[in-house]
């Protein structure tokens, strides 16, 4: 069965380090996701992103963030100068249709010290 | 800004035990509602998608309701089993397009052998 993969799946960087988070949607996907999760706390969305462009995003997802699909099987999520704040699971999800299921991501586990 | 609430925020039920696990949500204008399963350190496992036009959808021993108008939804789940035992996510898409989902933040359950 088709599934979402995610590396790394820990990540250790230290403040004001640059990440890059990798993603391989499920292949006839159109639609791509991020989400974090902070220890304890509820998951939160990111940003979407479709026809190679961010779809939507929120308040979350500032300058600090971009996302990019550098070729034709690749999402990623780069985070320019990582906070202590930062450190959370993060999710990436992919869907064949806008309003279709979202199939997750196993997560990259990001700790920033 | 829609919220969505899950109640109880944990249960711990004997084996073969049927169980529902409640959702609310604040908005009644959403457009689907997906159940999902996390286990520890995991990621997370759809379980059911309920378009926002369904009353409900089953899946094997889960069943999943939807009261759009009240904003509320349920998951049953029948003659349950250790294996069970994981977080139960709902998850809200209020804006269509390729807006996020909007999290509860999770019924922990518990099935004693």
């Known amino acids: 069965e088709p599934e979402v993969t995610q590396t790394p799946s820990h990540q250790v960087t230290q403040m004001g380090q640059e990440v890059i988070l990798r993603c391989v949607p499920i292949s006839n996907h159109l639609y791509f996701y991020w989400y974090r999760q902070i220890l304890g706390q509820k998951v939160e969305f990111l940003v979407s992103?479709?026809?190679?462009?961010?779809?939507?995003k929120s308040e979350i997802f500032d300058d600090q963030f971009s996302v990019e699909r550098p070729d034709g099987s690749n999402f990623t999520l780069k985070i320019r100068s990582t906070k202590l704040e930062d450190s959370a699971m993060y999710f990436c999800?992919?869907?064949?249709?806008?309003?279709?299921?979202?199939?997750f991501g196993p997560g990259t586990r990001l700790t920033v010290t | 800004k829609q919220e969505v609430t899950q109640i109880p925020a944990a249960l711990s039920v004997p084996e073969g035990e049927n169980l529902v696990l409640n959702c609310s949500f604040t908005d009644s204008a959403i457009y689907n509602l997906q159940w999902f399963r996390q286990d520890p350190g995991k990621g997370l496992t759809s379980l059911l998608l309920i378009q926002s036009s369904q009353r409900e959808q089953t899946s094997g021993r889960l069943n999943a309701s939807l009261d759009k108008s009240s904003g509320r939804s349920t998951l049953y789940i029948a003659a349950s089993q250790p294996g069970d035992s994981a977080t139960y996510l709902c998850?809200?898409?209020?804006?269509?397009?390729?807006?996020?989902?909007?999290f509860g933040k999770g019924t922990h359950l518990i099935i004693q052998p």
């Open positions: 992103f479709y026809n190679n462009e961010i779809s939507e």
């Open positions: 999800a992919s869907s064949l249709r806008d309003i279709y299921e979202q199939y």
């Open positions: 998850a809200v898409n209020s804006g269509g397009g390729a807006d996020g989902l909007t």
